[in-house]
């Protein structure tokens, strides 16, 4: 039985694009086993809720399992550490007690939009040469038809989806890219309903992104599409990302799996949610940069595959705790 007698926080800034916050979440127990979790890019009220609730909400308490903490203060940083913990302590791989079943993913790479064919050809060759067999394109309004025609007369066989990240009102622009064989069109807008206007008039899947489980729901009333983008982080804990999982695979959805980028642990998470069944989807799980992770052995896909680490407990990669205290902004203890 779990029972957590010190926890660490810390802010993290990294060294890598724009210098993205994370704040990990470590629980140590009675026996010193100990649990990690991530937040990337956080509420600007996280940190104090952290430093106000959480000693309260957890230590000392007697658990037997996650579940039993719901709505515990810190979200989804919080909520993956006492899975890590716990995983950890039952010796069982983390992708294993969610219900996952894969050895290994196929992974898609992200190519950002930075206006020109040229590179965006040779960034993708980059990572073909890499082995990655699935692209996904970031477009936006005005940026959209002439990469696809460009990364598809450069791969005729490659697959590609494309990311709209919610910048569409219309939907002509991105019905007219359904000629180039999509794999799939993620969040091409917020409005649930011109999202199923789009699926309507398209082959490739329309996956959505939701950050709730009522949400979901909504989305899978009104048909807003065929396949789920599953963002861990969005739901705040890893028993409501299982069902939203459940859900989908319910409705006869896809899907596929992403999160944001932080140091390691957040990725490590998704790699476990991808591992569930149904997550046949190519999964964005590799990112951050290598040299950026205080994780080992860190995530990341190697021949466009994401190993799913299954030969040890937990999250199942060994954190760097110099490197966390190197890279904090500022840290907090509480017994």
């Known amino acids: 039985m779990p029972r ?4 660490e926080v810390f802010r993290l800034v990294l060294p890598y694009g724009r210098r993205p916050e994370s704040i990990l979440v470590k629980l140590t127990d009675y026996g010193g086993m100990a649990g990690w979790g991530e937040v990337v890019q956080p509420a600007l009220d996280t940190w104090e809720d952290l430093e106000e609730s959480l000693g309260e909400a957890l230590i000392g308490v007697d658990w037997e399992h996650p579940n039993e903490l719901g709505g515990i203060p810190g979200g989804s940083a919080a909520d993956m550490a006492c899975w890590d913990l716990w995983t950890r302590l039952i010796g069982v791989p983390l992708a294993h007690a969610l219900g996952g079943s894969r050895t290994s993913l196929a992974a898609t790479v992200r190519v950002s939009a930075d206006g020109s064919l040229e590179g965006t050809v040779s960034r993708v ?17 005005g940026w959209d038809v002439e990469p696809v025609r460009a990364v598809r007369a ?3 066989a ?8 919610g910048a569409y009102t219309e939907i002509a622009q991105l019905e007219a890219l359904d000629s180039y064989g999509l794999a799939g069109i993620e969040r091409p807008c917020t409005d ?14 329309v996956a959505v992104e939701v950050a709730s489980l009522q949400e979901l729901d909504r989305a899978i009333t009104v048909h807003a ?9 969005l739901f705040g804990s890893l028993a409501a990302v299982r069902r939203a999982h459940d859900y989908a695979v319910a409705a006869g959805w896809d899907i596929t799996c992403a999160d944001g980028r932080g140091a390691g642990l ?4 998704t790699v476990a949610v991808a591992s569930l069944p149904g997550c046949t989807l190519p999964s964005d799980v590799t990112e951050p940069p290598r040299s950026a992770q205080i994780v080992t052995p860190p995530v990341g896909a190697s021949g466009g595959v994401v190993a799913v680490p299954l030969t040890q407990p937990g999250l199942g990669h060994t954190i760097d705790e110099d490197q966390v205290r190197r890279l904090a902004k500022e840290s907090f203890r509480t017994h």
């Open 4 to 7: 957590v007698r010190e926890i």
């Open 125 to 141: 060759n980059r990572y073909v040469g890499g082995g990655y067999g699935h692209v996904t394109l970031n477009v936006h309004p």
């Open 154 to 156: 450069a791969y005729p």
């Open 158 to 165: 490659l697959a590609i989806a494309v990311d709209g990240c």
């Open 192 to 205: 649930l309903l011109t999202s199923a206007e789009l699926q309507d008039r398209v082959t490739a899947p």
């Open 225 to 233: 599409g065929r396949a789920l983008l599953l963002r861990p982080s």
């Open 266 to 269: 957040a990725r490590a998470a």
